[in-house]
């Protein structure tokens, strides 16, 4: 898992740079922890794929040397819809609104590159009056109705055959991380806006910086090949050809959004969150030394109430349920995965070939533990648990 930091010679994939640090090593992990399988065999037999985290020192960019793109199939089983948490809801409409009013995105044209199942640009539509496309492989028509017009849908993965799709307000949302040659995508996307200086840009990422203090091991998953904090997200935009308008933390500090304008030539670091390299470094040391404690921690836990006949539950199916699972290799300690997602009740987690049932399976399981794959929903979670009469150990990764 956690390995000496090695020095490789290897290309880093934001600025090109060698002499990147390798951290952190995970070995046989499902490829994809999205995509949703239809039996527990074959959920089991799933393709995996290892993890070698390295660290930039010159742009702070952190990716996956061993990320092989030809074992990513993202298509409508690759399950992220997040839009039934009220908390998650709370947050878009927050979201969308700061865009339509800080940049006057009203009666406007709207691209959204991964747009996953539509609902952020559907919602930023309505709430504008905008018109939009959205571009996205596992898009899944008819699912979400609205009474907005003027927008559609491409279900394939963006590329120069869209260069052609522009838009007065261009995003893309949790997807960037999923990129391996970052550098190159985003030279695509500056193509793709041209020299409108009117267009802005908007891009949403998790922080690894987050993840890295956190030991968060949970949030490390072979489809985020790439990660990024404040800093080397806004130098990654600027070598692109951006001018960085506004680069902040949001969600609970757990997501990093950036606002940006195409440039004609260079633009210089506005923003004191750019200086982080220092601060990346030692951040990057710190995951080393710590993660071994905290996965042994979480490992530990869950051995132990195994083994005491405490019933355990994971609350949330998603990438983080199968990280943890995988990484601890701890699924015999786990019998009750839920989540309030109803298109993923019934379909199997790759890798460990746990089944997904609704919340209200609980009632009968009662479970003795329940963990929560994401902090910021405990107080919902902690809510229909004793709207169920239930009222378990409730604990947060």
Known sequence: MATRATRVDAACQACGGRDLIVFYEVHGIPVHSCMLLESREAALAFPTGDLRLAFCPKCGFIGNLAYDESLQGYAPGYEEQQSFSPRFNEFSTSLATRLIDRYGIRGKHVVEIGCGKGDFLM????LGNNSGVGIDPSYVPGRRDSAT???RFIQDFYSEQYAGVRGDLVMCRHTLEHIGDVREFMHRVRRTVGDRGDTIVFFEVPDVQRVLREQAFWDIYYEHCSYFSLGSLARLFRACGFDVLDLAKEYDDQYLVLDARPSAGPTSARFQAENDLDQLAEDVAQFQTNFRAR???????????HQAGRRTA???????CVA???????????????????????RFLAGSGKQIQSPQSLREYRPDVVIAMNPIYKDEIRNDLESMGLKPELLAV
Do not use: M
Not at 123 to 126: D, K, N, S, V
Not at 324 to 346: E, K
């Open 324 to 346: 943890f699972l995988s990484t601890l290799g701890a699924r015999d300690f786990v019998d009750q995965i839920v989540d309030i997602n109803p298109y993923r009740h019934g």
């Open 295 to 305: 996965a042994d921690h979480w490992k530990d836990k869950l051995r132990a109430d």
């Open 314 to 320: 994971i609350w949330g199916s998603g990438s983080k």
């Open 149 to 151: 017009g003027g927008v």
């Open 123 to 126: 919602q930023l539509c309505e």
